[in-house]
Nanobody, 121 residues
Framework: QVQLVESGGGLVQAGGSLRLSCTTS????????MGWFRQAPGKQRDFVAY???????NYADSVKGRFTIFRDNAENKVYLQMNSLKPDDTAVYYC???????????????WGQGTQVTVSS
């Protein structure tokens, strides 16, 4: 069983930055592919970024060039650095772990509880 806990969310003005963290339990963190997803009010949950166990990354078009996903296997953590934030980035952000790397929710077996990010205009 893997437990994930997100942190780092908050309120920021447009153009600002935030760094989200996801701390995981378990001794097999380095073998998991890690993803970030987000869900805005009244909308479905969408893929944001993933980083594979082999450090391969991929991003949603809406965040390319602004967000960076990276991981620290020694600390069992994955991060999402978010720059040039826009009001449209406002959402609950979820960290996820799975055995496959990709943009589909179904590929991730473990999820955190989410952290709120609010970007004001």
């Amino acid at each position: 069983q893997v437990q994930l806990v997100e942190s780092g969310g908050g309120l920021v003005q447009a153009g600002g930055s935030l760094r989200l963290s996801c701390t995981t339990s378990g001794r097999t963190f380095r073998s998991y592919n890690m993803g970030w997803f987000r869900q805005a009010p009244g909308k479905q949950r969408d893929f944001v970024a993933y980083i594979s166990s082999g450090m391969r990354t991929n991003y949603a078009d809406s965040v390319k060039g602004r967000f960076t996903i990276f991981r620290d296997n020694a600390e069992n953590k994955v991060y999402l650095q978010m720059n040039s934030l826009k009001p449209d980035d406002t959402a609950v952000y979820y960290c996820a772990a799975g055995s496959l790397a990709g943009s589909l929710e179904a590929w991730y077996a473990y999820w955190g509880q989410g952290t709120q990010v609010t970007v004001s205009s």
